[in-house]
């Protein structure tokens, strides 16, 4: 594991293309979905995890935020060589206040099967059942904003 300071920021266009490139390693090299997962990337607020390595500036965890009448994060992910370490809480704590600063008071995650504690563990209840998503078992979650 690295242990390396990484920082979180709203992503601008270069940015989400490194971002696009970590969801790829993770969810298609990683957990075996298809590239259709990733979805079009022009839509959404999307944030990352940078580690600086002098000038130069790795994405190494990604996530998005769609908004419409609901904020729902997605795709949240960081590369196995740094979890363990706050990164991916730091993604969606950054999704949350995004969602927030746009005037929605509570967010939605579909959260892979294996990330359910994770997201409990911040916060975030069932909603519903689980649905099977690319042949992978998946649970709508939800988090108040409020207080
Ligand atoms: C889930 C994920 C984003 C967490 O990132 P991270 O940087 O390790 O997260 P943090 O260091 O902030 O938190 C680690 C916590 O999550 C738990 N965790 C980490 N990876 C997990 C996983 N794949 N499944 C379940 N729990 C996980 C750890 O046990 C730890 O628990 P605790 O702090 O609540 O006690 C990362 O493991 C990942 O990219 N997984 C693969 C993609 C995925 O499943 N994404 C969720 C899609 S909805």
Redesign the pocket.
Known sequence: MDTRPVRIRVAGPRLTRGGRAVRQR??CG??GLPDAVLGWDEDGVHVV?IFDEGPTEHVV?A?RLMLDDRAT????????H???????????ASLESEALRRGHLEIE????A??????R??GYRTVGDPETVHGRS?QRMRRSLCG
């Open positions: 993770v969810f990683e957990l995890a965890g996530a994060g997605e795709q949240v992910c960081v590369d196995a740094f979890r363990g370490q706050g990164v991916g809480t730091g993604l969606v995650v579909l959260a892979d294996l990330a359910v504690p994770f997201y563990a911040r998946h």
